[in-house]
Nanobody, 121 residues
């Protein structure tokens, strides 16, 4: 069992930056693929970024070059650095853990409660 807790969201102006964190409890964090997804009101949950246990990374086209996913296995934490934020990045950001690196939400077994990111224009 893995429990995930996100933090680091907030209100930021367009062009600003945030660091989102996802702390994991439970065993074998380093063996899990970790992903970030986001969801805006009335929309589906969309893939943002993911990192395999071995360091391979995927990014959504909409965030590539602006967002960076990284993980610190010693701290059981995965980060999402979000830069050059745009109003359309406003959403609840969720981290997720699973056995395989994937862009699909249903491939992830564990989910956090989410952290709100709001970007003002």
């Amino acid at each position: 069992q893995v429990q995930l807790v996100e933090s680091g969201g907030g209100l930021v102006q367009a062009g600003g930056s945030l660091r989102l964190s996802c702390a994991a409890s439970g065993r074998a964090f380093s063996s899990y693929a970790m992903g970030w997804f986001r969801q805006s009101p009335g929309k589906e949950r969309d893939f943002v970024a993911a990192s395999s246990s071995g360091g391979s990374k995927y990014y959504a086209d909409s965030v590539a070059g602006r967002f960076t996913i990284s993980r610190d296995n010693a701290k059981n934490t995965v980060y999402l650095y979000v830069n050059s934020l745009k109003p359309e990045d406003t959403a609840v950001y969720y981290c997720a853990g699973g056995r395989m690196l994937s862009r699909r939400s249903h491939d992830y077994d564990y989910w956090g409660q989410g952290t709100q990111v709001t970007v003002s224009s």
